[in-house]
């Protein structure tokens, strides 16, 4: 039986509000003439947060006229958090790394941001699917899922990291820890599937920062919570480093 392959960390970011200093869904809808439509606003109530409200509106906004490009810009042009480009190029200059986005925004939108700001190194982004189809902007929900109420319906970020590290191990790669970044209510999940090797990295006072000091006791990783992404070069630097040798 052959060894197992290791790289020494996972390190995976949320995109929304911890890449970005926005909400990227939030920011296209914005794009839509107010008031928004009942048909469509009675979707995102009834739906209960599934996928289909953003579904509805993105096709109401290309009916309108409203372009992909003009999309893309909008986009493409929504500010990194202070630091997080020189975060992510110092991470990408690190060996025996994978870096993995993990968002409930959308695969395009993701991939969007991440070439037009020359962002390499990131090997997966596990998101809603989306692509251009026929001219239109196409979004469909990574899965329908029940039995998590921390995630929005259309996918559960916990199951996710627990399905890829599942993958990585059947392929005969194993990770020695996980260091997971994020802001949100839904970055508590996979932060409750986090062991005691592993690193979570909240957005201080934030959501996600908020839910573990309300419930320390449920969170077996080490915690450094961080305002831009400088203080999180300086953490690897002077509290990280001794273990990358």
């Known amino acids: 039986m052959s060894q197992p392959q290791y790289n020494k960390h996972l390190v995976i970011f949320d995109f929304d509000d911890t890449i970005i200093d926005g909400n990227s869904d939030a920011e296209v809808n914005s794009m839509h003439p107010r008031p928004i439509p009942d048909e469509i606003t009675q979707i995102g109530i009834t739906h209960n947060g599934s996928i289909d409200f953003k579904v509805a509106l993105f096709a109401s906004l290309q009916q309108l006229g409203v372009t992909i490009d003009q999309i893309k810009d909008k986009v493409i042009n929504l500010p990194f958090v202070p630091g997080m480009k020189e975060l992510l190029d110092y991470l990408h200059s690190l060996e025996d790394l994978e870096l993995i986005i993990l ?8 991939r969007w941001y991440l070439d037009a700001m020359g962002i390499n190194g990131v090997s997966q982004i596990l998101s809603n699917f989306a692509e251009v189809k026929d001219g239109r902007l196409v979004v469909r929900c990574h899965h329908n899922q029940t039995w998590c109420h921390m995630c929005s319906k259309n996918l559960c970020k916990g199951r996710l990291l627990e399905n890829l590290i599942q993958e990585r191990t059947k392929s005969g790669v194993s990770h020695l ?5 994020g802001d949100g209510k839904n970055d508590f999940c996979p932060t409750l599937k986090l062991s005691e090797h592993d690193v979570v990295f909240p957005r201080h006072d934030f959501p996600l920062h908020k839910l573990i ?7 077996k990783a080490k915690l450094f919570s961080w305002k831009s992404g ?9 509290k990280l480093f001794i273990h990358w040798a």
């Open 177 to 181: 820890s996980v260091l997971y970044f």
């Open 103 to 110: 968002s409930g925004a959308n695969t395009l939108f993701v």
């Open 230 to 238: 400088f203080e999180v070069i300086e953490i690897f630097k002077k």
């Open 213 to 219: 000091m309300q419930n320390s006791s449920d969170v």
